[in-house]
């Protein structure tokens, strides 16, 4: 009976990293030259998804995969965990954080699941001596700047401090932009970038309040930006750079109306 397709990678994997046959590029690495490649893979699957690309997103999850893999081939010759272990933790975890589905809880919605998951993932915390010491506990600093200002608000909503309804938070983009106006009129740079943060952060906020993803509606707007920069570059018979702004303007239209 063949190996099955996991057991075939983790050989892989490991006689990359064989110091006497494998590849010089692989052997070389460790965990801290790898987490960045970890984290595009990330974003390639989710580009993959936001494309409806599901022929590409099968490959980008076997290179997401990969990363596991590579992590868990240096712990492993490191003597600190294998792959096993590693599946072994995520069912663990699976079935603790989901006891109305594998124990005798209940759940009646998709908001008692959250609290559920929320209580479960602190008592987890404070078996690894990881006491309890904020609200905002839990959040990766190492996160995309909009996803982790998302999870940062949402944590503080859990404990109440948020904006009952979305018009107030509307009229706080009004208040972070007349700011923003006043750091620009004053002309100092280091408050022009506090009062630009401001305003990006409240509207990550705004976005929380409509139920919109900003980094997924960011995402979009870069997407229509590049298609319509691309066909204007297509329609134009000379290079944009050789355009004044009042023809770059037309040319800009011009391209809104094709896409």
Excluded at 1 to 13: E, F, R
Excluded at 106 to 114: G, L, N
Aim: net charge negative.
């Amino acid at each position: 009976m063949s190996d099955s397709p996991i057991t075939q990678l983790l050989a892989i994997m490991a006689r990359l990293r064989d110091p006497e046959t494998g590849c010089p590029w692989d052997i070389k690495q460790d965990f801290d030259s790898i987490a960045p490649y970890t984290i595009e893979e990330a974003f390639e699957v989710a580009e993959a998804i936001a494309q409806r690309d599901y022929p590409e997103l099968k490959e980008e999850l076997g290179d997401l995969l990969l990363q596991v893999v590579f992590h868990s081939q240096i712990a492993r010759e490191q003597g600190l965990f294998d792959f096993n272990e590693v599946v072994q933790v995520l069912c663990d975890k699976m079935v603790r954080r989901h006891p109305h589905v594998f124990g005798e809880s209940d759940a009646a919605d998709e908001q008692a699941v959250k609290v559920n998951w929320e209580q479960i993932k602190q008592q987890e915390r404070a078996r690894k001596g990881k006491a309890h010491q904020s609200a905002l506990d839990g959040v990766p600093a190492g996160l995309p700047a909009l996803q982790r200002a998302s999870k940062v608000q949402k944590k503080a909503a859990r404990v109440g401090f948020d904006w009952p309804e979305t018009g107030p938070v509307r009229e706080q983009v009004n208040l972070e932009l007349a700011e923003l106006d006043e750091a620009l009129r004053r002309g100092h740079q280091a408050d022009i970038e506090d009062e630009l943060g401001d305003v990006i952060f409240t509207l990550v906020n705004l976005s929380r309040h409509l139920k919109i993803d900003p980094e997924q509606a960011l995402r979009k707007a870069t997407a229509k930006f590049e298609t319509r920069f691309r066909q204007m570059e297509q329609d134009q018979p000379s290079p944009l750079d050789t355009l004044d702004p009042a023809a770059l303007e037309a040319a800009w239209q011009q391209a809104k109306r094709r896409t």
